[in-house]
């Protein structure tokens, strides 16, 4: 097999105002990027049922893992 030599590694210095002008022409268009993005309704389902189930388990576990009763 043929050993690969190490690559040397360099710091690179870069700031938030270099990249918004690589990316959006101007830093001040950037920062208003950061706005909350609406959920759309499937995720709102999801993050519901996720949070449901967390919760259920959360209170199984505090009731020292009960077995569970099958019909």
């Known amino acids: 097999m043929?050993?690969?030599s190490k690559i040397e590694t360099t710091?690179?210095?870069?700031?938030?105002?270099?990249?918004?002008?690589?990316?959006?022409?101007?830093?001040?268009?950037a920062a208003n990027t950061n706005k909350q993005v609406a959920l759309t309704l499937s995720a709102r389902i999801f993050n519901f049922f996720d949070a449901w189930t967390q919760?259920?388990?959360?209170?199984?576990e505090k009731a020292g893992r009960p077995p569970r009763d099958y019909i």
Not at 55 to 60: C, E, K, R
């Open 11 to 29: 710091e690179v210095e870069f700031t938030y105002t270099d990249l918004a002008n690589k990316y959006y022409d101007s830093s001040s268009e």
């Open 2 to 4: 043929n050993k690969l």
């Open 55 to 60: 919760h259920s388990y959360d209170a199984w």
